[in-house]
């Protein structure tokens, strides 16, 4: 079965700072991974995908991610932190079935003055 | 275009009670899916739609649980009998086509409290 965990549900950087929030993954097959952003009471919006090919993923508002097989891991970061990026963050991977998403438990990102 | 649109916004009820949620997917999406986020168990799955036809209902929780699609677009999920356990926040998503490389579009959720 896919899953993925992630480490830290609750993460503090002083604004400025690099963000680092950690996914990691358990697949049978080639992951399709996923990394989605909640801001309150909003609905959920992708940040980010990695499907196939370019190992080094870049996303929206400055945030990228790494697939690294060998680790299984797709860790989301941004060099640095704005007041804005404070939200609830979520790593996922395509299931088996190829339509429904297993999400991590979310990180929550504080950003400090 | 608009996004994916959900009501009621909240809908808070009584133990015992049905309700129905209602989702608006994105024009010209034919997948849709509901997806369940409560703080004891994240985001889960419950069913996912390909134009009407539901694949695959069993992430639904209990027979209390059902959703249809009607016109290959609104769709509604309805829980009978309410029980306190079923308060979460209820979110549907849209995309283009079912698959793994098809960006699911969230709605804002319906936020069910139960009494």
């Known amino acids: 079965a896919q899953s993925v965990t992630q480490l830290g549900s609750h993460v503090s950087v002083s604004e400025g700072a690099l963000v680092l929030l950690r996914c990691n993954y358990s697949?049978?097959?080639?992951?399709?991974l996923f990394w989605y952003v909640q801001y309150p009471n909003q609905g959920l919006q992708l940040l980010l995908k990695?499907?196939?090919?370019?190992?080094l993923v870049k996303g929206i508002n400055g945030f990228e991610a790494e697939f690294k097989k060998s680790e299984t891991s797709f860790h989301l970061t941004k060099p640095s932190a704005h007041m804005s990026d404070a939200a609830e963050y979520f790593c996922?991977?395509?299931?088996?079935?190829?339509?429904?998403?297993?999400f991590g438990k979310g990180t929550s990102l504080l950003v400090t003055p | 275009g608009a996004g994916v649109s959900q009501s009621p916004s909240n809908k808070v009820t009584e133990k015992g009670k049905d309700v129905e949620l209602r989702c608006d997917p994105i024009?010209?999406?034919?997948?849709l899916y509901w997806y369940r986020q409560s703080l004891g168990q994240g985001l889960e799955f419950l069913i996912y739609?390909?134009?009407?036809?539901?694949?695959?209902k069993s992430g639904l929780p209990s027979d209390r649980f059902s959703a249809e699609r009607t016109g290959g677009s609104v769709s509604t999920l309805t829980i009978q009998r309410t029980q306190q356990e079923d308060s979460a926040v209820y979110l549907c998503?849209?995309?283009?086509?079912?698959?793994?490389?098809?960006?699911?579009?969230f709605g804002p959720g319906t936020r069910l409290t139960v009494l």
């Open positions: 739609f390909q134009g009407n036809s539901a694949p695959d």
């Open positions: 024009s010209g999406h034919t997948a």
């Open positions: 998503a849209s995309s283009l086509s079912s698959g793994k490389n098809n960006e699911q579009f």
């Open positions: 697949s049978s097959v080639p992951p399709y």
């Open positions: 996922a991977v395509s299931d088996h079935s190829g339509y429904a998403l297993n």
């Open positions: 990695y499907t196939t090919g370019a190992t």
